[in-house]
């Protein structure tokens, strides 16, 4: 497991945007967008690299709405977007254009010799341009207009906010969180390998508000979860049933579950034979809180809604 899955989330969620149909050096340019990753990781924010979720290689399965969906939802809900310009992308201008909707600030990333649209930089949720020669200085230029950003969000007046009205959004913020589209659920669940009587009750779980949709969301994109692993975790942590009914749902014994369970904890960052009470911690924190913390962070700071 990478430092890119174990580390905490500080702030808020970095949407790495990029082009991804029809690269000329996939892997080398998909290494890249790990790097901006790294960067946004160490500015206290969660990356979100779309290659690892809706790649229209790896995951060539999705239909387009799926992922427009599934992308569109990180986009909207992202603290910022990291937009890689160096390869023109129409999808890099879609989310640029939807981070601009939802007033989520942008910043665009290109190599100093490579041309970049006038229409794209002029767009206005673009904040901050870093132009690179090498990546020494992409790290400290990025990192450099990544906290001037977050200043920038945290610094200018607000006006107040009545108490009721921050925990009614708060609680909006949860009901959110909490609900995904069914297509999305149904894309998830295919990226992340898992049918059967498992799928069905995660599906269940999800739309009975026990999963949050945006937990689900993390299991598969964030951390990786498939399979076995993944049934096995939110069967067994999340919602809580036995060893014997999690190996029923998934058509195995319970032994090979507990190995499924302990698999996806070291997956995670949590001990293999992790306290309960330790599991339900991280799943408050990582499950829960992340997708809702940016917005908490606004609101208790009388931001916008």
């Given at each position: 497991?990478d430092?890119l899955?174990?580390?905490?989330?500080?702030?808020?969620?970095?949407y790495i945007s990029?082009?991804?149909?029809?690269l000329?050096?996939g892997?080398?340019?998909k290494?890249?967008?790990?790097l901006?990753a790294e960067?946004?990781?160490?500015?206290?924010?969660?990356?979100?690299l779309?290659?690892?979720?809706?790649?229209?290689?790896?995951?060539?399965?999705?239909d387009?709405?799926?992922?427009?969906?599934?992308?569109?939802a990180?986009?909207?809900?992202?603290?910022?977007?990291?937009?890689y310009?160096?390869?023109?992308?129409f999808?890099?201008?879609?989310?640029?254009?939807?981070?601009?909707?939802?007033?989520i600030?942008?910043i665009v990333v290109?190599e100093?010799d490579?041309?970049?649209?006038?229409?794209?930089l002029?767009n206005?949720?673009?904040?901050?341009?870093?132009?690179?020669?090498e990546?020494?200085g992409?790290?400290?230029?990025?990192?450099a207009a990544l906290?001037?950003?977050?200043?920038?969000?945290?610094?200018?007046?607000?006006a107040?906010?009545a108490?009721?009205?921050?925990?009614?959004?708060?609680?909006?913020?949860?009901?959110?969180a909490r609900e995904?589209?069914i297509?999305?659920?149904?894309?998830?669940?295919?990226i992340?390998?898992?049918?059967?009587?498992?799928?069905?009750?995660?599906?269940?779980a999800?739309?009975?508000?026990r999963l949050?949709?945006?937990?689900l969301?993390?299991?598969v994109g964030?951390?990786?979860?498939?399979?076995?692993d993944?049934?096995a975790?939110v069967?067994?942590?999340?919602?809580?049933r036995?060893?014997?009914?999690?190996?029923?749902?998934?058509?195995?014994d319970?032994?090979?579950a507990?190995?499924?369970?302990?698999?996806?904890?070291?997956?995670?960052g949590l001990?293999e034979?992790?306290?309960?009470?330790l599991?339900?911690?991280?799943?408050v924190?990582?499950?829960?809180?992340?997708?809702?913390r940016?917005l908490?962070?606004?609101?208790?700071?009388?931001?916008r809604?």
């Amino acid at each position: 497991m990478d430092d890119l899955e174990k580390a905490a989330v500080a702030t808020g969620e970095a949407y790495i945007s990029g082009a991804l149909t029809a690269l000329e050096d996939g892997p080398r340019t998909k290494i890249f967008y790990e790097l901006l990753a790294e960067i946004a990781l160490a500015a206290h924010l969660r990356p979100y690299l779309p290659h690892r979720v809706t790649d229209p290689v790896t995951a060539a399965h999705l239909d387009p709405r799926a992922v427009y969906e599934i992308d569109r939802a990180h986009v909207t809900s992202a603290a910022v977007v990291v937009a890689y310009a160096g390869i023109p992308s129409f999808g890099v201008g879609i989310e640029v254009e939807l981070a601009r909707e939802h007033a989520i600030p942008v910043i665009v990333v290109a190599e100093r010799d490579h041309p970049v649209s006038r229409l794209l930089l002029g767009n206005p949720a673009v904040v901050e341009v870093v132009r690179f020669a090498e990546l020494d200085g992409l790290r400290r230029s990025l990192a450099a207009a990544l906290a001037r950003v977050a200043t920038a969000g945290g610094g200018a007046a607000r006006a107040p906010v009545a108490d009721d009205v921050i925990v009614q959004r708060f609680i909006a913020s949860l009901g959110h969180a909490r609900e995904l589209p069914i297509a999305e659920v149904a894309a998830l669940l295919r990226i992340g390998e898992l049918d059967g009587a498992a799928g069905l009750e995660i599906r269940e779980a999800v739309a009975g508000g026990r999963l949050f949709g945006a937990g689900l969301r993390d299991l598969v994109g964030r951390y990786a979860l498939r399979g076995a692993d993944l049934g096995a975790f939110v069967l067994r942590d999340v919602l809580e049933r036995s060893l014997a009914e999690t190996a029923r749902a998934l058509g195995i014994d319970a032994r090979t579950a507990k190995r499924h369970v302990a698999a996806a904890h070291e997956r995670i960052g949590l001990a293999e034979d992790a306290d309960p009470a330790l599991v339900a911690q991280w799943l408050v924190t990582e499950l829960i809180a992340p997708p809702t913390r940016a917005l908490q962070l606004h609101l208790f700071a009388g931001g916008r809604a």
